[in-house]
């Protein structure tokens, strides 16, 4: 009797807990993560290279002043606080070199701050 109630009970915790697995571990694959801190004036890193069809998570840090980070080719645009990070999920569909510029005014060298992305085969 004993040994049927702890494989009941055991049963009884799968059952519950399937909605609370990380989906991380259960087999799917994690979309990569590049973190790019801006900074006046400019990003670090200045550079990022990325797989044509590989969806890519861009975080974007902001170190000291609110930013934005717009690439008008790959349609991507984002902006963030002060202090804080923003996040934009997508999918490169074409290679090339691509170059963004900081899209929130952020103080005289400004129109200087370019992040150049790469995307490759």
Excluded: W, Y
Excluded at 18 to 46: D, E, H, M, W, Y
Excluded at 69 to 94: E, M, Y
Aim: glycine letters at 10%.
């Amino acid at each position: 009797m004993t040994k049927s109630f702890f494989l009941l009970l055991g049963l009884t915790g799968l059952i519950f807990s399937g909605p609370f697995i990380n989906p991380s571990t259960t087999g799917q694959a994690s979309v990569p993560r590049v973190l790019v801190t801006a900074k006046r004036f400019s990003f670090q890193p200045a550079e990022i290279t990325l797989k044509r069809g590989q969806p890519v998570e861009l975080i974007l840090r902001a170190a000291d002043v609110a930013h934005g980070l717009r690439f008008r080719d790959l349609n991507l645009d984002i902006k963030v606080k002060k202090g804080a990070t923003a996040d934009v999920r997508f999918t490169p569909d074409r290679t090339g070199v691509f170059v963004g510029h900081c899209s929130v005014f952020c103080g005289s060298g400004h129109g200087a701050m370019e992040l150049t992305i790469r995307v490759v085969e």
